[in-house]
Structure formats: structure tokens, C-alpha cells
């Protein structure tokens, strides 16, 4: 069975400090990794995605995440928040011959002061 | 690419009636996904159409959810007998493809409301 652990539910940063989601995951058989955000009232946006290839993965608005099995985690970082970073983010996994299901963690609500 | 759509938004209801949102994909996804998302929580998948054959179905998808993808197109949640604890965001997601590594574009979701 395939999981995801978000640690901190709520994570604040200053505008321009560096951006820290954590996302654990467990699986027994090679996973796909995915994170999304959420903004209010809106639908869930891609961010990025690892698929097996480079294990460092670079998305949309700055953000990036690391591959590290040893670790099994798949943290997402930017360098210097923007208060239009404000949002709720959800790591996700899929594994192979699974159809592309999503196990979802639990979310980390991204705040941003000024 | 107009993106996902669903309809109503909102909807608030009373226990016991009967609910039905639509979702409609991206042209010519041939996947389609439902989830359901409840506070401080993640979505939790729920039941998976390819093209119109329904593949897969959560244990939370109780008899008294339904779902249909009548000629592999948009798609259809009817929640029967609804009660307080089905109350939740409920969003649909579509994919193009067969494979682990599709990006499922998700709809801004319905949020239902129980009295």
C-alpha cells in the first residue's frame, strides 16, 4: 500500500525566506511523486512531478523537490516566498500499475508574511 | 483547454435528500477521477472511469453513492439519502493517457453541505 506523511499542518515564513514542505512517503514498489497547491476556491494545480527520471525536479512559480529514496521523502522548497505563495500545498503519490491513483497527504497551509 | 468543470459549486441540502453533481473533463481525457476532500484533509479517492467503463471503486463509496460516465464523456455523482457526514468538497479530476505518471487536472470542486 502506498502512503503520505506531511509533516506540519501550517508552516509560516517571512516574504523573501526559504520555503520547507515536508512529504514522507511509503511504498513498496517504485513511486511517482506529485505536488499540488490549492488555492481558496480553486481547483488543484500542478506544481511538479518525479517520474523516475532526474531525482532534483523543477516546476512551475520557483518551486522544486528532491528525489531521495534513501530518505524515502520528497520535500518541496523555493529559495525566497512570495506572498502569493500563500496557499495550501498536497503531496501525492502514485505507483505503477496502479491507473494513476493519488494517495494524498494531509496538506501543509503555506503562510507568508510581509 | 477550458479546463475541468463541475456543477453547482455549492450545494446545501438536507439529510436525507437525494444529491447529484457533473463533471466535465478536459476534451478528449479518457480518464476521469473522483475524490473527496474533508477538512484538514487531503482528497481521498473514490471511484475511477476509463473512457465509460467504471474500473474501480473506494470501500468509501458506500450503496448509496453512484457514479456514471455515460458515453465516456462527462460524468455524473449521485449521493441517495445523503447524511451529515457526507459533507465534503468533492472533486473530479481527468487525465490523457494509461500510465502512473499522467498529471490529473483536477475541477474546482463541489462542496456539499448537510443539514
Known amino acids: 500500500a502506498q502512503s503520505v506523511t506531511q509533516l506540519g499542518s501550517h508552516v509560516s515564513v517571512s516574504e523573501g525566506a526559504l520555503v520547507l514542505l515536508r512529504c514522507n512517503y511509503s511504498?513498496?514498489?517504485?513511486?511517482?511523486l506529485f505536488w499540488y497547491v490549492q488555492y481558496p476556491n480553486q481547483g488543484l494545480q500542478l506544481l511538479l512531478k518525479y517520474t523516475s527520471a532526474a531525482t532534483l525536479v523543477k516546476g512551475i512559480n520557483g518551486f522544486e523537490a528532491e528525489f531521495k529514496k534513501s530518505e524515502t521523502s520528497f520535500h518541496l522548497t523555493k529559495p525566497s516566498a512570495h506572498m502569493s505563495d500563500a496557499a495550501e500545498y498536497f503531496c501525492a503519490v502514485s505507483v505503477l500499475y496502479n491507473f494513476n491513483k493519488f494517495y494524498f497527504g494531509s496538506g501543509t497551509k503555506l503562510n507568508v508574511k510581509p | 483547454d477550458t479546463g475541468v468543470s463541475q456543477d453547482p459549486r455549492h450545494k446545501i441540502t438536507k439529510r436525507g435528500q437525494n444529491v447529484t453533481f457533473r463533471c466535465d473533463p478536459i476534451s478528449e481525457h479518457n480518464r476521469l477521477y473522483w475524490y473527496r476532500q474533508t477538512l484538514g484533509q487531503g482528497p481521498e479517492f473514490l471511484t475511477y472511469?476509463?473512457?465509460?467503463?467504471?474500473?474501480?471503486k473506494s470501500r468509501l463509496l458506500s450503496d448509496r453513492f453512484s457514479a456514471e460516465r455515460p458515453k465516456g464523456s462527462f460524468s455524473t455523482l449521485e449521493i441517495q439519502r445523503t447524511e451529515q457526514g457526507d459533507s465534503a468538497m468533492y472533486l473530479c479530476?481527468?487525465?490523457?493517457?494509461?500510465?502512473?505518471?499522467?498529471?490529473?487536472?483536477f475541477g474546482p470542486g463541489t462542496r456539499l453541505t448537510v443539514l
Open positions: 479530476a481527468s487525465s490523457l493517457g494509461v500510465t502512473s505518471t499522467d498529471t490529473q487536472y
Open positions: 472511469f476509463q473512457n465509460e467503463a467504471q474500473l474501480e
Open positions: 511504498s513498496s514498489v517504485p513511486p511517482y
